[in-house]
């Protein structure tokens, strides 16, 4: 059984739906700035990936919006834009199911509701304050939205998840739970515990002076990774239905990989062993095709950088052998648990038009990160196969491979 993509959308922080935020990217713009959504004086690092100008009333009932955290309602945006990019308007409810991500869900209300009862005591916490935080909510209000009763799933594997939703919808096709699958991912944790505790670890950039150019993922100084935010969606549907109704197809699945490193509970394993398995899985489940392009973690860390290409190169059988690798998140910042999906758009869309993404800010080459990392400018290439990696906290690690269909 073959499944592919035939509807997709996405919003982050140098777009709020799936064209200008690509066209954004491909220009080498970023939405990396100085913190707005709350004053970040005294935090170590006041920079981030905002999403900008985003009404949630243009995607809900006003008196929705205050059951559903901002991650939700990234989510619902994401979702509509791809139901209406699929072309369905008919489909059998029962068997099409809804697969979301987020890393940490509503850590915005969260807080809130942690400083309302520490301040104004329990009975003055909000009846909607749990069903907007939980993760699973994500896919709650997507799947009532749009009347998806198949399989209502959730994966909340830290930067891993928005990939590991891809694979979980895939395997739930395949495994004929369902005929069609909503992936949607969404994240919007930039607040004061949510910047201060990544801070409090040491992986944020805190190129506070220059917020621009503070994401630079494979360049000699990075100094951490940059929080964004965002959401995607992408509609995945068996072969046959797809070709029997007319719908763009804007690739096919061929390949998932997953693995955990067993190693620390933040740095990834040596060399990037954990990530090598996981790309190995995918790269033999794909048939090992050439692969045009890989869109990277690329975190803008020391270590997830150095091990990331260090992974690719023993995937390939050396540095030679690999193909154009970029990682987008200098232009989005690091979107946690909804990377993994955003960055699987992007991707899709970089096959569909045959342009490589850029790797913005790479200004000073570091020796140990040797690829060719489609630097500061996009390329056009033919791009039949491709890869989207995505690695999280406690070792956990997602990888898929898209492949074009002509």
């Given at each position: 059984?073959?499944v592919?993509?035939?509807g997709i959308g996405?919003?982050?922080?140098?777009?709020?739906?799936?064209?200008?935020?690509f066209?954004n990217?491909?220009?080498?713009?970023?939405g990396?700035g100085?913190?707005?959504?709350?004053?970040?004086?005294g935090?170590?690092?006041?920079?981030?990936?905002?999403v900008?100008?985003?009404?949630?009333?243009t995607?809900?009932?006003p008196?929705?919006v205050k059951?559903a955290?901002?991650?939700i309602?990234?989510?619902?945006?994401?979702a509509?834009?791809a139901?209406v990019?699929?072309?369905l308007?008919?489909?059998?409810s029962?068997?099409?199911?809804?697969?979301?991500?987020?890393?940490?869900?509503?850590?915005p209300?969260?807080?809130k509701?942690?400083v309302?009862v520490?301040?104004?005591?329990?009975?003055?916490?909000?009846?909607?304050?749990?069903?907007s935080?939980?993760v699973?909510m994500?896919?709650g209000?997507?799947?009532?939205?749009?009347k998806l009763?198949?399989?209502?799933?959730?994966?909340?594997?830290a930067?891993?998840a928005?990939?590991?939703a891809?694979?979980?919808?895939y395997?739930?096709?395949?495994?004929g739970?369902?005929?069609?699958?909503m992936?949607v991912a969404g994240?919007a944790?930039?607040?004061?515990v949510?910047v201060?505790?990544?801070?409090?670890?040491?992986a944020?950039?805190?190129?506070n002076?220059?917020?621009?150019?503070?994401?630079?993922?494979f360049d000699?100084?990075?100094?951490?990774?940059?929080m964004g935010?965002?959401?995607?969606?992408l509609?995945?549907?068996k072969?046959e239905?797809?070709?029997a109704?007319?719908?763009?197809i804007?690739?096919?699945?061929?390949g998932?990989g997953?693995s955990?490193?067993?190693?620390?509970?933040?740095?990834?394993?040596?060399?990037?062993?954990?990530?090598?398995?996981a790309?190995k899985?995918?790269y033999?489940?794909a048939?090992?095709p050439?692969i045009?392009?890989?869109?990277?973690?690329g975190?803008?860390?020391k270590?997830?950088?150095?091990y990331?290409?260090?992974a690719?190169?023993?995937l390939?059988?050396?540095k030679?052998n690999?193909?154009?690798v970029?990682s987008?998140k200098?232009?989005t910042?690091h979107?946690?648990?909804?990377a993994g999906?955003?960055?699987a758009?992007?991707?899709?869309?970089?096959?569909?038009?045959s342009i490589?993404?850029?790797?913005?800010?790479?200004?000073?080459?570091?020796s140990?990160?040797?690829?060719?990392y489609?630097p500061?400018e996009a390329?056009?290439?033919?791009?039949?196969?491709?890869?989207?990696?995505?690695f999280g906290?406690?070792?956990t690690?997602?990888?898929?491979?898209?492949?074009k269909?002509?």
């Amino acid at each position: 059984m073959r499944v592919v993509v035939t509807g997709i959308g996405m919003l982050n922080s140098v777009g709020l739906n799936k064209d200008e935020s690509f066209e954004n990217i491909i220009a080498g713009k970023t939405g990396v700035g100085r913190i707005t959504h709350f004053d970040p004086e005294g935090f170590a690092s006041q920079v981030a990936g905002e999403v900008k100008g985003f009404d949630p009333k243009t995607i809900m009932n006003p008196k929705e919006v205050k059951k559903a955290d901002r991650f939700i309602q990234f989510g619902l945006a994401a979702a509509k834009e791809a139901m209406v990019d699929s072309g369905l308007e008919e489909y059998d409810s029962d068997r099409f199911g809804i697969s979301a991500a987020s890393g940490i869900g509503g850590l915005p209300v969260i807080e809130k509701a942690s400083v309302i009862v520490e301040t104004r005591g329990p009975r003055r916490i909000s009846p909607f304050f749990i069903p907007s935080a939980l993760v699973n909510m994500l896919g709650g209000f997507v799947s009532i939205e749009h009347k998806l009763k198949g399989p209502n799933l959730a994966s909340v594997t830290a930067c891993a998840a928005g990939t590991h939703a891809i694979t979980e919808a895939y395997k739930t096709i395949k495994a004929g739970m369902a005929d069609k699958m909503m992936v949607v991912a969404g994240e919007a944790c930039i607040c004061p515990v949510g910047v201060g505790g990544f801070s409090a670890m040491k992986a944020l950039s805190t190129r506070n002076d220059d917020p621009e150019h503070a994401s630079r993922p494979f360049d000699l100084k990075r100094d951490g990774f940059v929080m964004g935010e965002g959401g995607a969606c992408l509609i995945l549907e068996k072969y046959e239905d797809a070709i029997a109704r007319g719908a763009k197809i804007y690739g096919e699945i061929i390949g998932v990989g997953e693995s955990g490193d067993a190693n620390h509970i933040t740095t990834p394993a040596a060399g990037g062993e954990g990530a090598l398995r996981a790309m190995k899985m995918a790269y033999k489940m794909a048939g090992e095709p050439k692969i045009d392009y890989i869109n990277a973690h690329g975190t803008s860390t020391k270590y997830n950088d150095l091990y990331e290409t260090m992974a690719i190169k023993a995937l390939f059988g050396g540095k030679e052998n690999c193909p154009p690798v970029s990682s987008t998140k200098g232009a989005t910042g690091h979107c946690l648990g909804a990377a993994g999906t955003i960055e699987a758009v992007i991707t899709l869309m970089a096959m569909q038009k045959s342009i490589l993404p850029p790797t913005i800010n790479y200004e000073e080459a570091d020796s140990e990160c040797d690829l060719d990392y489609v630097p500061n400018e996009a390329r056009e290439a033919e791009i039949d196969v491709a890869m989207s990696n995505s690695f999280g906290f406690g070792g956990t690690n997602g990888v898929v491979i898209f492949k074009k269909v002509k």
